[in-house]
């Protein structure tokens, strides 16, 4: 399906340049068969609707030159008239008579319907405003603390007497960093639930601000924290995404007894005779099960479903063999749940046709255009693909002009030392251009930032590419070689030492390796070419006429 309808966007999607050229209103169009019409295709009607959808979908900008705008709607309307052409070609041929047009034609139109029906049963379906709202709140919630990681049990115990003992948590905190006895932070930082620990998440729900907490453990020691605020930073695309979570799932829950009334309606399994099924022994034997016609669920107003399909519905689901699956003892857990999904297929089918869904104009349309999809691509693989050829010394000349496209970018490994104030980086900037060994200024310079604090960028001597950098690391770095320091300044006013470990120059790509890559390029050039030509000829006998004017 993706193949065909990517062929078919070819050749509409050719010449245009990036920019959008404007949907197309009023004009005095004709109207055919209620449509307004853009152009026939000896007698079949370009709708300005399909004209117009066309024009929405391939668009990729503003643009602002009056007469490359109308260029680019002729441009537009020429390419539909082309495939127009092609499809009613491939039709005279019998193309669309083809079995696996006519099967894939068959399976999208049936889920199709089912998916119209589901679209129209919970379009209507809003999600509960105040349960946004409160599922929001605690999304956005941010909790403020200060906190002290112990490594000892006796040490944390320690810090929690003196507290109980009406000490002030920031002088106690202070005096056990000064001993280094654990590890914090004295300004505090704000957190949401999900960067919490599980153990410190459920100790700070139950606290108020200002309070201090108990020794809490986690796997790597014992901590103790103060809540010192919490607050709520509005962000609206999080929650329209709680708005569309709430909304997926009231839809999924509609959908559910949706489904289950259609089945007490038109449904009726035969319990015994399901539980008595064994698709795992070797007396009743999976290749038996295969022939049985006994029906396993009766649907009102249509033929059953027989333990054969059921049998045959589970074969085509698993991937790796009905022996593999014995084996593991998977058979009989899947057979309920293998009846449930055909069951599904099966009534919503059954709903939407009785509700005239499949006479509906858009329902229509929609499997009509994957036909024509499906169609076009046939006629190209089967009519214009065949004498589409490449030739090896067009490949390498290709190669040859265009040398920029295959090289493989310069890329660098670098480390990173981090620092909350210039002097300090420069500091240890001057002492490493010395000479000074990268680790021993790492362990002993001062004024270094936590590598691991939110926002920090990591430089950990894996490869990059410029375009892997942030646009002001790829400035300062840009021209250094093996060796060498940097200095950067980030938005967030922390300064990096850049130690360039190693810069591996730009090259290019060996032409055995790039020529995949070409042939595919100019394949598609070719056959995109072919299309077009052939097409011309089809208009040249064809009866066309536009209707659309400047």
């Excluded at 990173?416 to 500091?427: H, M, Q, T, Y």
């Excluded at 077009?532 to 209707?547: C, G, M, P, T």
Aim: charged share 35%; glycine share 6%; no cysteine.
């Amino acid at each position: 399906m993706r193949y065909y309808s990517w062929v078919l966007r070819i050749i509409l999607m050719i010449g245009l340049l990036i920019g959008m050229v404007g949907i197309v209103f009023g004009q005095d169009l004709p109207t055919i068969k209620g449509k307004k019409t853009v152009a026939t295709v000896n007698g079949e009607a370009i709708t300005l609707d399909e004209f117009n959808q066309e024009l929405a979908t391939i668009h990729q900008g503003i643009g602002r030159d009056q007469k490359a705008e109308k260029e680019k709607i002729s441009g537009l309307l020429r390419r539909l008239i082309n495939a127009r052409l092609i499809i009613q070609e491939a039709r005279r041929m019998g193309l669309d008579e083809l079995k696996e047009v006519k099967e894939r034609v068959d399976v999208f139109s049936r889920v199709t319907l089912r998916d119209e029906l589901v679209e129209r049963h919970v379009k209507d379906i809003k999600a509960d405003e105040n349960e946004v709202e409160r599922l929001y709140r605690e999304s956005i919630k941010e909790w403020k603390m200060k906190s002290i990681l112990f490594e000892k049990e006796e040490d944390a115990k320690e810090m929690e007497d003196a507290l109980k003992k009406g000490k002030d948590f920031d002088e106690t905190l202070k005096r056990f960093l000064a001993d280094k006895k654990g590890k914090g932070n004295e300004e505090g930082s704000y957190l949401k639930d999900k960067e919490l620990l599980p153990e410190i998440a459920e100790a700070v729900s139950k606290m108020k601000v200002g309070s201090t907490s108990s020794v809490v453990r986690i796997k790597t020691g014992f901590v103790i924290f103060k809540l010192e605020a919490i607050r709520f930073p509005d962000d609206l695309k999080v929650k329209e995404q709680v708005r569309l979570g709430i909304l997926q799932q009231k839809r999924k829950e509609a959908l559910a007894n949706y489904e289950k009334a259609l089945r007490a309606k038109f449904a009726k399994v035969k319990d015994q005779l399901l539980k008595s099924l064994n698709f795992e022994s070797k007396e009743q034997g999976f290749e038996k099960l295969l022939k049985d016609k006994r029906a396993v669920a009766e649907i009102k107003g249509e033929k059953p479903i027989t333990v054969s399909e059921l049998a045959e519905y589970m074969k085509q689901q698993l991937y790796h063999g009905v022996e593999r699956a014995v084996e593991s003892k998977r058979l009989n857990k899947r057979k309920n749940q293998s009846l449930d999904e055909m069951l599904q297929k099966r009534v919503l089918r059954k709903e939407a046709l009785r509700l005239g869904i499949d006479k509906t104009e858009d329902y229509k349309n929609k499997v009509k255009e994957y036909e024509n999809s499906l169609i076009f691509g046939a006629f190209v693989q089967k009519v214009v693909a065949p004498d589409v050829k490449l030739k090896e010394d067009e490949l390498k000349a290709n190669y040859d002009e265009h040398i920029k496209e295959y090289t493989y970018p310069e890329m660098m490994k670098m480390v990173s030392l981090v620092f909350g104030k210039r002097e300090d980086a420069e500091r240890a900037l001057v002492n490493l251009r010395k000479g000074a060994d990268f680790r021993w200024v790492k362990e002993n310079a001062e004024g270094q930032v936590d590598q691991n604090k939110k926002g920090i960028l990591v430089f950990d001597g894996r490869l990059l590419t410029a375009k892997d950098l942030p646009g002001g690391v790829s400035k300062v770095v840009a021209g250094a070689k093996t060796g060498d320091f940097r200095l950067y300044e980030s938005p967030e006013n922390h300064y990096y030492v850049l130690y360039v470990q190693e810069v591996i120059p730009s090259k290019p790509q060996p032409y055995p390796e790039a020529r995949e890559k070409i042939a595919k390029k100019i394949y598609n050039e070719k056959l995109t070419k072919a299309v077009e030509e052939y097409a011309e000829k089809l208009r040249a006998l064809s009866d066309v006429k536009i209707y659309l004017k400047d």
